[in-house]
């Protein structure tokens, strides 16, 4: 290579993206290469990791300004060896030339080029820019609120909720970094083993969103005419998540995740959460090809927050399942905090992280299914007693908003949490076999208590499945069954 060539590709590289994996693909074989960069790649990429962060550090503590000399020089020296080696590695090469491609003109020729490599996902193209906002009744800077305030407790719970606050309620912004290598991993089997199709989607609020998508149309089997999109718990990746769950039962499926988790960027308050869920769901329709009609909103615990609203501001979906999902958080963040802190608490949900999924729901009245993990230690209180599970008052509440006629009266409450403070653990096909659509009469005033209990249990067996694991445990694809 010609100097002057070498020196262009020393300047591309200096900022250039980190590559990770090389997705090789044959007829009849394929696989993810680790990507191992050589000495000079591998000198910088420490250096710029490790040897950096440690410096700043030394030289806050030190308070010297010689010492920020040398890390200045440590700064330049790190990222001139990566990009000297960078520039020298064909393989980095040919990647950064695709991606420059890319980044110019990302049309089909160029993606399927560019899905072959494994790289920071902030370079990548954006494939689809959403222009949709969520429909938000009232929106603060950090989330939704149920009241408009000016009070000291509305400024604590704003300054909580920024900073601690939101990484206790989504513990998986901590854990990106942490969890790099099983991410990859995940990822590689999908692409190789799933045919998994990897996009960005940009949010009408600026957030870049990273998706997976899989596509089973072209099969035989009529399911993959249906779409499964995916909304993850708190601490959940679509690289490691519930995406087999449908996969496994030969369902179309995409998965994203949330605002600040994996390669997606953002922060995920209330806003950015119902956002990225609006622009996902907008690539659904406009570029992937699929109706409302054929699409369901498949969430796990907190996802049921984003999920529960994009149902009521798109009530034609075929379906929504609730898996492991509570009716709202305060309920479950007010006992594992401090009684004296309990007022910021409250302040701080209900103004800036008000995810309250059972107000959310109410304006969906399509198909649902509800799964009660009978030994759940996470939305339980006390941890695994299934009457204390806040899927029964989600449950409650869906059947109060839905048949208020049928709950006017303490005998039908009574029957109710009766049956609701059992499990029951039955074939989950039988379950949906047994369960026909439970025949309300036009004049229920004539009903009887009795009667009006009897078809609360039916509404509630038809509503509900109870399957016997923790929070944690993935649900089998046996428990997939559309309502």
């Known amino acids: ?45 420490f250096g710029i ?12 503590w030190q308070r010297r ?11 330049v020296t790190s990222y001139f060896i990566r990009a000297a080696g960078r520039a020298v590695s064909p393989s ?8 420059f491609r890319a980044q110019k003109s990302f049309n089909t020729e160029n993606a399927e080029l560019l899905r072959r490599y494994d790289f920071d996902f902030k370079s990548w193209p954006v494939s689809f820019k959403s222009e949709k906002y969520s429909n938000l009744q009232s929106l603060s800077i950090g989330g939704v609120s149920e009241r408009k305030s000016s009070t000291i407790s509305w400024a604590i719970g704003w300054v909580v909720a920024h900073t601690f606050g939101i990484r206790l309620i989504y513990p998986g912004l901590m854990f990106s970094g942490l969890f790099r290598t099983p991410l990859e991993e995940g990822r590689a089997k999908f692409v190789v083993e799933q045919n998994g199709i990897r996009s960005k989607v940009q949010t009408a609020d600026g957030n870049g969103i990273d998706t997976m998508f899989f596509d089973r149309r072209s099969e035989i089997n009529q399911k993959g005419k249906t779409l499964v999109i995916g909304f993850e718990g708190n601490a959940g990746f679509y690289e490691i998540g519930m995406a087999a769950t449908p996969l496994e039962s030969g369902y179309s499926v995409l998965g994203f995740n949330h605002p600040g988790f994996g390669g997606s ?10 956002n990225a869920a609006e622009a996902v769901f907008d690539y659904a329709t406009s570029v992937l090809g699929f109706n409302e009609e054929e699409i369901v909103l498949y969430a796990w ?9 994009l149902a009521s501001s798109h009530p034609k979906i075929k379906a929504l399942i609730l898996d492991a999902t509570f009716d709202d958080v305060l309920v479950l963040a007010l006992p594992r905090m401090p009684n004296f802190l309990s007022g910021i608490v409250r302040s701080t949900i209900r103004n800036h992280v008000n ?3 059972s107000k959310e729901v109410r304006g969906y009245d399509g198909p649902i299914r509800l799964i009660r ?3 759940d230690e996470i939305i339980a209180d006390p941890p695994g007693v299934i009457s204390n599970n806040r899927g029964n008052f989600l449950l409650s509440e869906i059947i109060r908003q839905r048949f208020p006629q049928l709950l006017d009266n303490p005998s039908s409450e009574k029957a109710l949490f009766d049956w609701l403070s059992r499990p029951h653990i039955i074939d989950p096909n039988l379950n949906a076999l047994r369960n026909s659509e439970p025949k309300i009469p036009t004049d229920t005033d004539s009903l009887t208590d009795e009667a009006k209990s009897r078809l609360v249990i039916q509404i509630a067996e038809k509503l509900m499945t109870d399957f016997k694991s923790t929070h944690c445990v993935p649900l089998p694809g046996s428990y997939f069954i559309l309502p």
């Open 1 to 45: 290579m010609p100097f002057g060539g070498i020196l262009s590709a020393f300047t591309q590289s200096i900022m250039a993206p980190s590559l990770y994996r090389i997705y090789h693909r044959a007829s009849s074989n394929s696989l993810a290469q680790l990507y191992v960069g050589n000495t000079a790649e591998s000198i910088g990429d």
């Open 49 to 60: 990791s490790y040897l950096i962060p440690a410096g700043a550090i030394y030289c806050i």
């Open 65 to 75: 300004w010689q010492y920020f000399i040398y890390l200045g020089l440590l700064i």
């Open 92 to 99: 980095y090469q040919t990647f950064l030339q695709i991606l």
């Open 265 to 274: 960027s953002g922060t995920p308050y209330p806003a950015a959460e119902l």
């Open 301 to 309: 615990s907190i996802g049921g927050f984003p999920a529960a609203h």
């Open 355 to 357: 995810l309250h999924i």
């Open 373 to 375: 993990r009978t030994e």
